[in-house]
């Protein structure tokens, strides 16, 4: 069995460097991260103080519209995080991807219970899709992330939105600005809604009125911050709120298209905290989502559901992370 000590060996790293890197340390790069989790998965790693773990259990994650094979997708420390205290549990994981927004061709619980699934866990989807109106009476222990369904067999772990957006306006407003734009993403999004939801709080907090033209609904990609940008300069907008890191990275490109420069003229910041937050130019201040412990903290709700403690919802604390695309506006 891998203990830290295996690992570091194997990698020829510090037990210290492994260690940060299995509990998700900002301070161990994302290239020594991924190296350090796709060897702890490999060599079968199971923390410490979980090895006595329970009977093998069978576990299913369903993927939709979310990436998980790379370090620099959004799911991918997320998966990570599962299947490591997974394997401190003995529990057999299925990783399952389905077609974005596709209609479920067989029901929730009788696939589960055909293949003999515990419970399940459900990545990706949207509040409209055929799998989310199955968890209103599923009767299988089941983990949402960020959707919220009202059924004891049913939990949600994620982190506050509200929170995360609330902390960026208030960074912005303590730097000056006034006002303020936000480009968010779909609107049958739960998380965007919450997301909208903290930037007018953040915005009454610091006394600043909500100016619906720059409001704007896109999507989560950077590709759709095309459209919006150029609206928001004209409308005076000084810095730019942005639902995701991949917003953000096309609103940096968009406002550099149009000779404009971050923060000089215009603030921006994300969402996620991906790996990208860190290399564009400049680079991003954006909210830390601790995607390995979601992961982490998905294991521990199922595993209470499974043994009858009924939980609704578990939001992590998310973190703002100030770097180079946010100052001062110009006088």
Known sequence: MATIKDIANELNLSVSTVSKGLSGASDVSNKTRQLILNTALKMGYIPKQNRAGADPTRICVFIENMGYERIEQFGY??????????????WDVSIVPLAMNQESEYNYDDYMTANHYAAGFLLGFTLHNDFIAQMQKTKIPTVLLDNVVYNKNVACVGVDNQQGIF???EHLAELGHRNIAMLNGETISRVS???????????????????????????????????????????????????????????????????????????????????????????????????LAIGKNVCMVME?????????????????VVRESTGKPKA
């Not at 420390?77 to 003995?90: S, Y």
């Open 304 to 320: 209470q559901i499974m043994n009858g403690n009924h939980v609704n919802r578990l939001l992590l604390m998310p973190e703002l």
């Open 167 to 169: 902390h960026v306006v």
């Open 77 to 90: 420390d997320i998966i990570v995080g599962f299947k490591l205290e997974a394997a401190a549990k003995k």
């Open 193 to 291: 809604q919450e997301r909208l939801d903290g930037f007018r709080m953040g915005m009454e907090k610091c006394g600043l009125t909500v100016r619906e033209e720059l409001v704007a609904h896109g999507d989560y990609m950077a590709d759709c911050a095309d459209k919006f940008v150029g609206y928001f300069i004209r409308e005076g907008a000084t810095a730019i709120v942005c639902a995701s890191d991949l917003l953000a990275h096309g609103v940096l490109r968009e406002l550099y298209r149009m000779g404009l420069r971050v923060p000089d003229d215009v603030s921006v910041a994300g969402f996620d905290d991906l790996p990208l937050a860190s290399y564009t130019t400049p680079s991003l201040t954006t909210i830390r989502q601790n995607r």
